[in-house]
């Protein structure tokens, strides 16, 4: 499932298409079809762009980025979810920069 899916979902679901437009812009979404999504989630706090200052919505999301959103919208910090503790898949190193949002996701499964 494509980022760019996923931000439109989001930002429908939640029924703010007339959220005001975001201080940050991607240098790869401007005059996109889904840049005022993409806009919404950014201002919300729920996904972030990369240092380069893309978004790369045509991308496919990764498991970790998912679970990053997934503890954003649950409203818990990223930096307090549970860090240093072997995730549940073997190919999830503990020191892995998104190990605790996917520890904090399997919680709630």
Wanted: net charge negative; charged share 20%; with cysteine.
């Amino acid at each position: 499932m494509g980022k760019k899916l996923i931000v439109t979902l989001m930002a429908t679901c939640m029924l703010i298409a007339s959220f005001p437009a975001a201080a940050v812009e991607f240098t790869d979404t401007i005059s996109t079809e889904y840049e005022k999504a993409i806009s919404i989630v950014s201002d919300l706090g729920f996904m972030e762009g990369y240092p380069d200052g893309t978004f790369q919505a045509e991308e496919p999301i990764t498991r970790a980025e998912f679970a990053e959103v997934v503890i954003r919208m649950l409203g818990m910090d990223t930096d307090d979810a549970i860090m240093g503790v072997q995730p549940y898949f073997y190919d999830v190193p503990s020191t892995h920069w998104a190990s605790g949002c996917i520890n904090a996701c399997l919680l709630y499964t």
